[in-house]
């Protein structure tokens, strides 16, 4: 089989495995090239589970874009620690291009870095020394196949004056990889037998071990480098190492055996096992298909799982399922229809493929006799099916009207809105009559006499619907007709439908449309802006009012302690539009004043009565507000201006009195003139007519009282002294 080649070639240097000291600090080099016609954006990047590796890389993932036919070169470095253990660390180098290359990647590449021990001993000229024949190095790998043995030769040279005991060790490798075998006699040379565990050389003698290299049947194709260390009895510390290299070559081998589970089917799927057996020792991964060794493939297939990743000296299992497709390719009768098919594999890597694959074969049974019967069923059924397109179209009568919906035009009415109906009948052709008839109850539960309203169909659709009804094929359709009815209550409407040459109704339904009566107005708050006020004073109130629109009048009332309930002010709508803000929902009535009622205590109310005569809503506030009565009180009163007790007064001299009183039904007294308004005046002469004492007594009627007054005196007149009588003087004489 012709694989596809892939669009990317890798170069690795160096190919095989990667030696390294502990301290060291070594190189991989990656050259990818795109063979392909088109860009890519590739990835290079070492696999989770190389967890060693990632802690010793600078960088363990790398991306560079290619143009076709392009290449680039990558680098990773390597810096191992100065105590990292010998020993061979496997890893995987992937190289992916999920974006543009999905189906030939990822490409993984299995990798070894081989980390030897150190040597911490120089090696002097009486140390002992050591070789292996046949002799290996990285370019020239020893071919190790599966299942053989490789017999090397690890000769031993004890240049010390001492007799050395030598044993060998290979860390690297498990126990069944390898036999140590030292010597038994000194045939081979001139060691003397010490036992099985080692090798025992007289001084400047040489010995030879034999390490026979057999690895186990399982062992995968790849490179391998060993350590091998000589160990001297005489010196512990001294490190002798070398590596043998090994290329164990791959080897492809591939079982495929297919399994029928159900070959022969009527109306189910064909089922089939496929066994695939690595008997190699190289990871395959596959991809299964099938195909047709007919002309025509009848047939669509699913293997599951479709990929395979199979590593050696492992099996797995692929379930296959072959549904025959299309269904009118199955036989009618008679022997089964043979369907031939071939197990087809792809190998992503390309590796070698069995040379003949498994085939197989499903038998497609044919109808059985009874499957026939639908076909007879359906020949009936058509030619019944054409005798009554033939009455339905020709022979039958024509259908009567139907009331298809009956409605009204809103599932909610309230007060003065008018109840409209809506109306749908298919095969209006047919009607004879149409009758709607109300029988309707206000909520004041007087019924309402309606006579039922006639609409003659026989000449076609009346004037009087012609506005509202619209014909379109069988349907009429009829929108917004006027039923009159605005007023609250409950209303049924009845719609009979009458076809021609009939006296009873052919379709009637009955619907019950309720008007709500519009929501009555409320008090939604009343406040006072003060709890206590006295006789006389202004108080200002504040309300708002829902439902404004239903306002009749708004009550205040003022309810005493003694029970008696007052009207203290009566307000209508069209006097609160003019000092209030309204709206559509709501009147705000703030500082409106209203005078104090007689002193007492009283629980305020306001009433809102409503357009439709319901019974008023009323808002009473919950605490008492306190009149308390005016105070007895002399304002003034004064004696020309003036208030003081004592006046002298001049003989004629005007006197006015003057006084203004304040209380709660008072009673004012001026003394010795007789009662007085609480507010006036009194212009008097002063003469010997006038009093010495004038008082201003004022009484409330709760008894109180205040009294000012005045003591007055007019003063006698002083005559005048009598002229002396005139004397001349004396005239003197100076000379």
């Known amino acids: 089989m012709q694989n596809k080649a892939s669009p990317l070639s890798v170069i690795i240097d160096p190919p095989g495995v990667q030696p390294a000291m502990p301290g060291d600090t070594v190189e991989l080099y ?32 790398e991306s560079l874009a290619l143009g076709p036919q392009q290449s680039s070169e990558l680098t990773f470095q390597f810096k191992i620690p100065t105590n990292t253990l010998p020993g061979t660390y496997d890893y995987t180098l992937v190289v992916d291009a999920p974006e543009h290359f999905p189906e030939d990647t990822p490409i993984q590449y299995p990798r070894q870095l081989k980390v030897m021990l150190k040597e911490h001993t120089v090696v002097r000229v009486n140390d002992p020394t050591f070789s292996l024949k046949p002799a ?42 390898y036999a140590i075998r030292y010597p038994n006699t000194g045939v081979e040379g001139p060691g003397i037998l010490a036992g099985t565990s080692g090798l025992e050389l007289n001084p400047n003698t040489r010995g ?78 596959l991809k299964l298909n099938i195909k047709s060794r007919d002309e025509e493939q009848l047939y669509k297939y699913e293997c599951d799982p479709r990929k395979v990743r199979l590593f050696p000296n492992k099996s797995t299992k692929v379930n296959l399922t072959v549904k025959p497709r299309p269904w009118w390719r199955r036989p009618l009768f008679g022997s089964a229809l043979s369907l031939n098919f071939q197990v087809s594999l792809q190998d992503k890597d390309e590796y070698p493929l069995p040379d003949k694959l498994p085939e197989g074969t499903l038998l497609w049974n044919s109808r059985p006799w009874w499957q026939f019967i639908p076909f007879f069923i359906t020949l009936i059924g058509s030619i019944v099916g054409i005798a009554f397109l033939i009455w339905f179209f020709f022979l039958k009568p024509p259908s009567p009207a139907q009331l298809v919906a009956f409605s009204p035009d809103s599932i909610n009415y309230i007060q003065g809105d008018e109840i409209r109906l809506d109306w749908q009948v298919s095969n209006f052709q047919q009607i004879s009559k149409l009758e709607i008839d109300n029988q309707g109850q206000t909520n004041n539960q007087s019924q309402i006499p309606s006579a039922p309203q006639i609409f003659d169909f026989r000449k076609g659709i009346p004037n009087k619907l012609n506005n509202i009804c619209q014909a379109q094929l069988k349907y ?56 206590q006020y006295t006789s006389g004073d202004t108080i200002l109130l504040s309300w708002t009012i829902q439902n404004p629109d239903q306002l009749a009048q708004l009550k205040i009332t003022g309810k005493s302690d003694s029970g008696s309930e007052n009207v203290l002010a009566t307000y209508t709508n069209d006097q609160l539009k003019k000092s209030c803000q309204l709206t559509s929902q709501l009147l705000t009535c703030t500082k409106i004043s209203l005078k104090t009622p007689e002193p007492g205590k009283y629980t305020f109310a306001l009433q809102a009565f409503s357009q439709s005569g319901q019974p008023p809503n009323s808002y009473q506030i919950e ?45 004012v007294q001026l003394t010795p003139f007789g009662t007085v308004a609480s507010e006036g005046s009194l212009n008097l002469v002063a003469n010997e007519a006038l009093p010495n004492t004038i008082q201003l007594t004022a009484t409330d009627k709760f008894g109180h009282s205040n009294s000012k007054g005045f003591s007055v005196k007019v003063s006698t007149p002083t005559p005048l002294p009598s002229p002396a009588p005139f004397m001349p003087l004396p005239r003197f004489n100076r000379f």
């Not at 990047?45 to 190389?50: C, K, R, Y």
């Not at 009845?494 to 008090?523: D, F």
């Not at 208030?643 to 004629?652: A, D, G």
Request: glycine share 4%; aromatic share 8%.
């Open 30 to 61: 990656i050259v990818i090239t795109n063979q392909s016609d088109r860009g890519a954006v590739i990835d290079v990047f070492f696999d989770e589970a190389s967890e060693t590796l990632h802690q010793w890389s600078n960088s363990s993932r």
């Open 136 to 177: 290996s190095n990285p370019r020239n790998p020893i071919i190790l196949k599966s299942k053989e043995a490789l017999q090397i030769e690890v000769m031993v040279d004890n240049r010390s004056n001492r007799v050395d005991r030598f044993r060998l060790v290979c860390s690297d490798l498990e126990d069944d990889w």
């Open 208 to 285: 030879k071990i034999l390490l026979e290299l057999k690895p186990p049947v399982n062992t995968l194709a790849g490179s391998y480098s060993p350590t091998i260390r000589l160990y001297s009895a005489n010196s512990p510390d001294l490190v002798l190492l070398d590596l043998v290299y090994i290329q164990i070559p791959p080897i492809h081998l591939l079982d495929v055996e297919l399994y029928t589970l159900r070959g022969k089917i009527s109306n189910s799927f064909g089922l089939y096992e496929i066994k695939l057996n690595n008997r190699g020792n190289t990871p395959r991964d």
């Open 476 to 531: 009429l359709t009829c929108s917004n007709y006027d039923t009159g009815v605005t007023q609250p209550g409950s209303y049924t409407f009845t719609l009979k439908l009458y076809t021609q040459g009939q006296n009873k109704p052919s379709s009637t339904e009955s619907i019950t449309v309720k008007i709500n009566e519009k929501p009555a107005a409320r008090v939604g708050s009343f406040q006072l802006d003060k709890s």
């Open 623 to 667: 605490s008492t507000i306190n009149i308390l009565p005016k105070p007895l009180q002399i304002v003034f009163f004064t004696l020309n201006g003036s208030q003081e007790p004592n006046i002298v007064l001049q003989p004629n001299e005007p006197v006015v009195l003057q006084w203004e009183v304040e209380g709660e039904d008072i009673s």
